[in-house]
């Protein structure tokens, strides 16, 4: 298989060389695999695959020859689906035929003449796919050597000191600056040719106080002038004026484009071309007009630097005035900053390879960072209101409709009354975030406040007019994670963000709060090992974190807790001594059935029924209740291992025995034998609806006006079978997504004694058991301790 020679085994985990990336065990290997990036570039080489096997490269035509005419000529052979000519001298062209049989027909014939010359024809070479290489090290560029720095941070006297030394190790130095300045001069007086009067202004990292070396050049092109000039310049013609006052004349590009009406596309085009032709140094433009802002990529060869260009971005220059504001206010927040993206960065959590991606961004990071000081006691930062309270009449500014205004200089702002060390903040930091609610929050850096999800929503919807009260699909993108952009109220800068990598960030923040309260992350060892932020940042060591080339079965625990069961319940297991332990599990086997069949509608793959109890008892009754479902092919071991499928058609219950202990009366045994219940259970279903996606936001939705409003995700069983009921009837193309299966085992002793169930996907073609699992994680376990307390 193809895929399978992109992967080298090497000393730390595997390499990908189709995308050029180290994956450093075998479940991270599957995922990447089955990732976009992986999955676009297999889809990309496949189609240059076929391009070139359909295609054959023409030389020896006349140079004025045109594409029309070698489209014709060739035609003859096949339909042809495109010719590329080397347009600047003329020499050769590839013609590509929609069907690789053309290609062989083509070449087989003897002699080619068009227009009196004779052609000559030739397979396309085949060039085997490369994704564009990473820029080579530069010896000259500042780079962070890892273990330098962990060398460095060990020798340090304190936290605080070592985070000072993350700044000194990572920020751009003056050389660095200056460069990405000259750089902006020379883009400036190059677009200024073509485009009088626009501004070309520098955002982001570069120019924020918390650029690390090598960091994107963030660019904003302000065309505001320039169409003003334009607008002038069409005046003074229409009044029989050719000229405009600064000379530019009709033939100048402005006269190609309208700035007032072309498309985001058209100007992105623009700007590369004049990047291309005109800006010395500059190479790999590309105009990407489906981000969220359009944006012209580019390289710089001598400053091996790489550049965003976007249009009219005046919120992001202001935005990047503000976090300059708040560097400037405290001398700990940049120290607090630089951490806290490093190590982000070293979890996983942040680092999207090229803007777009599932993991946070820098300016989320940042702005986690500053809601943190604004909320401790007392604040390190004054909340974005205040900051406009503090501002002068000049300092007023609206963009878009968006309030920016906030003090230009930091000394307008009072000090803040904190002297908590750099060592308290970072503690203080993981602290409050490591049981933040993020999926039923909003942070607004406005407010300064979290605020409830649902407020948010009503507040946003109420601004917006009835429409949006129609369908849960419009306004802000809300998510696992959410964070308002300080001005542009209706951005959740984080809204990128998957389950997935909240799960992440949950735990890398639980697992940094743990180490920060030891002695090791306060106290520089004497014995000369890790301490401090050296082990803050490293690998996980001896956590259940999958291990290189050891396959874990994704699981989820219920414990047993006596607390949330329904007091009848709880009467019953006490009354029923040792074997109140498989009657708990058998509970549990239940409703996990109830939730899989009824509230998320997953398909059995073998309708099986269920034998009625024959002589039940209060709980039997219910138990049978729960029971009747539809259930699913499921097997059953017994407690020393033995097992039987439950086949076709044949009648079992969950608290029959396995035929290979089965009563020879055939009668159901009653539950007060230890031995009467396996202690094992597995099932297969099949999934035919993405239930997990958009569910939070489909189940506010849905419950916003009435009293079910409060309760959390998996704490009502009607809430969610109406949202899963909601997501089956919207779904138009209803297919067997995946097919999982579960086993339960009864596992542990005493207060210890839990359900383990692994869940595995048994067919999983397009790749959605991640995506399932991690909505499960969360949902499963509260579901069934919502069912077990109502024992519905
Ligand atoms: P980045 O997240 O890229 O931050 O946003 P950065 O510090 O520049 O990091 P690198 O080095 O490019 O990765 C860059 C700028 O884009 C604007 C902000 O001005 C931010 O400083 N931005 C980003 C937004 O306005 N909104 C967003 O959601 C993201």
New binding site residues.
């Given amino acids: 298989m193809e895929a399978d020679k992109d992967i080298q085994n090497t000393p730390t985990g595997f390499y990908c060389k189709l995308c050029d990336v180290q994956i450093p065990n075998k479940p991270s290997l599957e995922d990447h695999m089955k990732g976009k990036k992986h999955q676009h570039l297999c889809r990309l080489r496949a189609k240059r695959k076929s391009q070139e096997e359909n295609s054959v490269y023409v030389s020896g035509f006349k140079p004025a020859t045109s594409v029309t005419e070698l489209t014709e000529y060739f035609q003859q052979y096949g339909p042809v689906a495109e010719v590329i000519m080397d347009k600047d001298r003329g020499l050769y062209a590839i013609v590509e035929f929609s069907e690789p049989a053309s290609t062989d027909v083509a070449l087989a014939q003897l002699q080619h003449r068009l227009d009196g010359l004779k052609l000559r024809i030739k397979p396309r070479e085949r060039k085997g796919f490369k994704l564009a290489s990473k820029a080579k090290h530069d010896p000259n560029k500042p780079q962070v050597n890892l273990e330098k720095l962990n060398h460095e941070l060990c020798q340090t006297a304190s936290v605080n000191e070592q985070m000072q030394k993350v700044v000194e190790n990572f920020q751009l130095g003056e050389n660095e600056s200056k460069a990405r300045e000259l750089l902006v001069q020379l883009l400036q007086e190059v677009l200024t040719e073509f485009l009088p009067d626009c501004q070309i202004l520098p955002?982001?990292?570069?120019v924020?106080t918390?650029?690390?070396h090598s960091?994107?050049l963030?660019l904003d092109l302000d065309l505001q002038s320039t169409q003003t000039f334009q607008n002038r310049t069409k005046r003074s013609e229409q009044t029989g004026e050719n000229k405009s006052e600064d000379g530019q004349s009709e033939d100048s590009i402005l006269s190609d484009i309208d700035l007032a009406t072309a498309s985001p596309a058209e100007l992105l085009e623009l700007v590369a071309a004049i990047l291309r032709k005109c800006v010395p140094g500059v190479h790999k433009v590309q105009p990407v007009s489906t981000a969220?802002l359009p944006v012209v990529k580019f390289s710089h060869r001598q400053l091996d630097l790489h550049g965003d260009i976007t249009i009219n971005?005046r919120?992001?220059?202001r935005?990047?005035r503000f976090?300059q504001l708040c560097s400037g206010l405290d001398s700990r927040v940049r120290p607090l900053v630089y951490t806290f993206r490093f190590w982000a960065k070293q979890k996983h959590i942040a680092g999207n390879p090229s803007?777009g991606g599932p993991l946070l961004?820098?300016?989320?990071l940042?702005l986690l960072v500053f809601f943190y000081l604004q909320n401790i006691n007392p604040p390190v930062l004054p909340t974005v209101e205040q900051l406009k309270n503090m501002a002068c009449e000049e300092e007023e500014c609206v963009i878009n409709g968006w309030d920016c205004t906030f003090p230009s200089q930091p000394i307008r702002v009072p000090p803040s009354k904190n002297t908590d060390d750099l060592c308290t903040l970072l503690f203080g930091f993981f602290t409050f975030y490591h049981k933040f609610d993020f999926p039923e929050s909003v942070l607004c850096l406005r407010s300064g406040r979290a605020l409830p999800i649902t407020d948010y929503e009503e507040m946003h919807n109420a601004a917006e007019g009835s429409d949006t009260k129609q369908t849960p699909s419009s306004g802000p993108k809300l998510g696992p994670v959410n964070i308002l952009?300080p001005f542009?109220l209706h951005?959740n800068?984080a809204g990128n963000l998957t389950e997935r990598t909240l799960k992440n960030l949950r735990r890398e923040l639980c697992e940094a709060e743990k180490y920060c309260r030891s002695l090791q992350y306060q106290r520089k060892s004497a014995k000369g090992k890790s301490w401090g932020l050296v082990r803050l940042f490293a690998p996980h060591e001896g956590t259940s974190r999958p291990q290189d080339g050891v396959e874990k079965v994704p699981e989820i625990s219920v414990p047993f807790r006596a607390a949330v069961l329904r007091g009848s319940f709880r009467t019953e297991l006490a009354a029923a001594g040792d074997a109140s332990r498989v009657m708990w599990f058998k509970k549990v086997c239940s409703v996990v059935e109830v939730v899989f069949n009824d509230i998320l509608k997953c398909a059995p793959t073998t309708q099986v029924e269920l034998e009625p109890s024959s002589t039940p008892t209060d709980h039997d009754q219910e138990q049978t209740k729960l029971e009747e479902v539809n259930n699913n092919q499921k097997t059953v071991v017994d407690a020393s291992g033995n097992r039987a499928s439950a086949h076709p058609g044949v009648k079992r219950s969950l608290s029959e025995e396995p035929s290979s202990s089965c009563s020879p009366q055939g009668k159901r045994p009653r539950l007060d034998s230890s031995s009467a219940f396996p202690e094992a259970v597995q099932w297969t279903w099949i999934q035919r609806h993405q239930v997990w996606a958009g569910r939070r936001k489909i189940r506010r939705f849905l419950v916003k006006s009435s009293d079910e409003a409060s309760k959390p995700e998996g704490g009502c069983r009607s809430i969610e079978s109406r949202v899963t009921r909601y997501i089956v009837e919207k779904d138009p193309d209803p297919r067997d997504l995946l097919e999982f299966g579960v086993d339960a085992a009864l596992v542990g002793s005493g207060e210890l004694t839990r359900a383990l169930l692994k869940i595995k996907p048994t067919s999983d073609p397009a790749g959605h058991f991640q995506d399932f699992f991690h909505f499960l994680d969360s949902f499963l376990l509260r579901m069934v301790e919502t069912l077990l307390a109502k024992s519905e």
């Fill in positions: 955002f982001g990292s570069s924020n918390f650029g690390v960091c994107d963030d969220r971005n919120l992001a220059v935005n990047t976090l803007g961004n820098n300016y989320a940042t952009d542009e951005h800068v």
